[in-house]
């Protein structure tokens, strides 16, 4: 690395990636509080575990159906305007939550209903979010650089957790103004998405080229730099939108990310359940709940440099499922309280290092609008099993009374989808193309 990649880097890092991790800190916050409302809010609402598990997939539909349509939006629009539309709509959405039931009320819908109605139109206000914030990342840093920069982004997933675990824990114990605790809760942890809607307008910067904040010369070299990138993966193959749509290695990234929301997000809604069930309270329930994003948070990072560092992107995204699989199907069998929880801990290093490691794999083929169709194809296929993991929990909770049957299922998929990623087509000569000069010929994808 010479001296002005070290200095660009380093500026565009500094400059995009604490804003966006904040952005996606109260986004995932927004996403997934309904799992300790559900502590109070299912029988304030009269919702069966296994209603509450759909309502909790509902999210996903949307978000599959309009995921593609969104970030073909970003790309035409501009990052700033289509993210800060997204953040807003999503943040009235969310607050709306805690009027289910004047709502209801108000239109004689009952409240099971509202709360489906609410989630459904969620997933479709923030349809393109993540994946528009990592084909924006494509935008600006170069290949050999985009595992870890994706892991710093989603740090923002355990830190959401760590320290929003906490303090959603604590507001279930406010009351007033005629509302309950996660009343409360919806309203005050959706005020953040829409004030930093506002934000994102005046911050983000939609390409290199407009980039003031950078020098003549770092914009001049990054410029470079991705243009190069470019040229050389065009030069082995180009990609165009409807082909990036029914590639076979978008599909297989599509189903290996299908196998990993299974597990994350069927774990992610019933984890304050599982944690209250050990005989806690509920702000020892955030607490506790914050722990296995911690470990996530750690092996995320650690798993994603050296991805980069070895450019074994296929091998790293095997172990990471693995990992996740033996940490969930133990879960499932163990009942001490500290070994599940441990248990716990293991599968989310997996989970949450999974999708840094696997997200470079298809922007080192795909290109511009391609880029952006593929991407968000990826994650809104992948996304539907976020449907399909809470719902599951929820009925098998009901059928058998406890979580090892869905444990066990969910460990299942990620076991899977750790054997698919083994098929993956990994070419890691294209990624350090743009580094050499004149580059090297593309090698066959191994």
């Not at 159906?65 to 970003?74: H, R």
């Not at 409240?111 to 935008?139: C, D, H, K, S």
């Not at 982004?153 to 957790?161: D, E, H, N, T, V």
């Not at 929820?394 to 054997?419: E, H, P, Q, R």
Request: aromatic share 12%; charged share 10%.
């Amino acid at each position: 690395m010479d001296e002005i990649e070290a200095r660009t880097i380093r500026k565009v890092m500094w400059r995009l990636l604490p804003f966006l991790f904040i952005c996606y800190f109260v986004a995932y916050l927004d996403r997934v509080n309904v799992g300790f409302a559900k502590l109070q809010m299912n029988s304030a609402l009269g919702l069966s575990e296994a209603a509450y598990g759909l309502g909790a997939g509902l999210f996903f539909i949307s978000y599959f159906l309009f995921e593609v349509p969104s970030n073909l939006a970003l790309d035409r629009f501009g990052a700033r305007l289509w993210i800060a539309r997204i953040m807003l709509s999503w943040g009235i959405i969310s607050a709306l939550f805690a009027f289910i039931p004047a709502i209801s009320a108000t239109t004689g819908i009952s409240t099971e209903w509202v709360f489906y109605i609410l989630r459904f139109l969620l997933g479709l206000a923030e349809a393109g979010f993540f994946p528009g914030i990592i084909f924006y990342l494509t935008l600006w840093f170069p290949s050999v650089y985009r595992a870890r920069v994706v892991s710093l982004f989603m740090l923002a997933i355990p830190f959401s957790s760590i320290v929003g675990g906490p303090i959603s824990g604590a507001l279930l114990n406010i009351s007033g103004a005629g509302l309950d605790g996660w009343q409360w809760l919806f309203i005050l942890e959706a005020l953040p998405s829409m004030l930093m809607a506002f934000g994102v307008i005046f911050y983000l910067t939609d390409r290199p080229a407009l980039a003031t904040w950078l020098a003549n010369d770092e914009r001049g070299w990054l410029e470079r730099r991705l243009e190069t990138e470019r040229q050389h993966k065009v030069a082995v193959e180009h990609v165009g939108i409807v082909k990036a749509l029914t590639d076979l290695r978008v599909l297989a990234c599509a189903f290996v990310y299908f196998c990993l929301n299974a597990a994350s997000y069927g774990v992610a809604f019933f984890l304050p359940t599982i944690i209250k069930n050990f005989g806690v309270s509920n702000f020892q329930t955030g607490l506790l709940s914050a722990v296995p994003f911690l470990f996530g948070a750690v092996g995320m990072v650690l798993l994603s440099r050296n991805s980069d560092r070895t450019l074994k992107r296929r091998e790293h995204v095997c172990f990471a499922m693995l990992l996740a699989a033996v940490g969930l199907a133990g879960a499932g069998l163990a009942s001490a309280p500290a070994l599940v929880l441990g248990l716990l801990c293991l599968s989310q290093i997996g989970v949450s290092a999974t999708p840094p490691l696997m997200w470079p794999i298809p922007s080192a083929f795909l290109t511009g609008t391609s880029a952006a169709a593929g991407i968000a194809a990826i994650n809104s296929l992948g996304n539907l099993s976020g449907f399909a993991g809470p719902y599951m929990m929820g009925y098998l909770k009901d059928t058998t009374g406890n979580f090892t049957a869905g444990l066990l299922v969910l460990g299942g998929c990620a076991l899977v989808g750790s054997i698919v990623a083994l098929t993956f087509k990994v070419n890691p000569h294209i990624e350090v193309a743009g580094a050499l000069p004149g580059g090297p010929s593309p090698a066959p994808a191994r």
